[in-house]
T-cell receptor, first 114, second 114 residues
């Protein structure tokens, strides 16, 4: 069973702080890693993708990938109340042959307090 | 902005009725997915497709069925709706690159069976 694990939270941070969200995955063959943001009652929205070890920065967001440790994280700098949402980690895992299946973690609920 | 559309957005229907939830994408994506999500809960994959005439059941058992006759279209059908089918249904698609493409979501269909 291919698994993606996240702490469910809630994670509460004050406005302006750094929020750190973590994710581990079980399939060593995974090659693509994504972070989605989901506001209550809305669809997931892609915010970051990362494919190679190291850091990838996009504005206030930084994704970090360590394939040896099977670990991917998302840092949100200068957190804003509008960042309050559930953050979903997703991994493309090998379903056999050339096909890959997108597997989601359960999500971490982030609350940014003004 | 992703071009993936779901209709209807909201549906209230009586027990025993047959329903079809529509999902279409204009991005030429080969992979399409159906997820089921209850409020505040995790995403559950119920069906996925790697291309035309290819469909697979997901991790969560579902009484629904799907078809993929055209690349752009991935409808989900419930032959006889029950109150236990009440949920949000989310459709997603991802692109041609093996293991390297992001998935985009439609706006979802919120189904209520009374």
């Amino acid at each position: 069973q291919k698994e993606v694990e996240q702490n469910s939270g809630p994670l509460s941070v004050p406005e302006g702080a750094i929020a750190s969200l973590n994710c581990t995955y079980s399939d060593r063959g995974s090659q693509s890693f994504f972070w989605y943001r989901q506001y209550s009652g809305k669809s997931p929205e892609l915010i970051m993708s990362i494919y190679s070890n190291g850091d990838k920065e996009d504005g206030r967001f930084t994704a970090q990938l360590n394939k040896a440790s099977q670990y991917v994280s998302l840092l949100i700098r200068d957190s804003q109340p509008s960042d309050s949402a559930t953050y979903l980690c997703a991994v493309n895992s090998d379903s056999g042959g050339s096909n890959y299946k997108l597997t989601f973690g359960k999500g971490t609920l982030l609350t940014v307090n003004p | 902005e992703a071009d993936i559309y779901q209709t209807p957005r909201y549906l209230v229907i009586g027990t025993g009725k047959k329903i079809t939830l529509e999902c279409s994408q204009t991005m030429g994506h080969d992979k399409m997915y159906w997820y089921q999500q209850d409020p505040g809960m995790e995403l559950h994959l119920i069906h996925y497709s790697y291309g035309v005439n290819s469909t697979e059941k997901g991790d969560l058992s579902s009484e629904s069925t799907v078809s993929r006759i055209r690349t752009e279209h991935f409808p989900l059908t419930l032959e006889s709706a029950r109150p236990s089918h009440t949920s949000q249904y989310l459709c997603a698609s991802s692109g041609l690159l093996m293991g390297g493409s992001e998935a985009f979501f439609g706006q979802g269909t919120r189904l209520t069976v009374v």
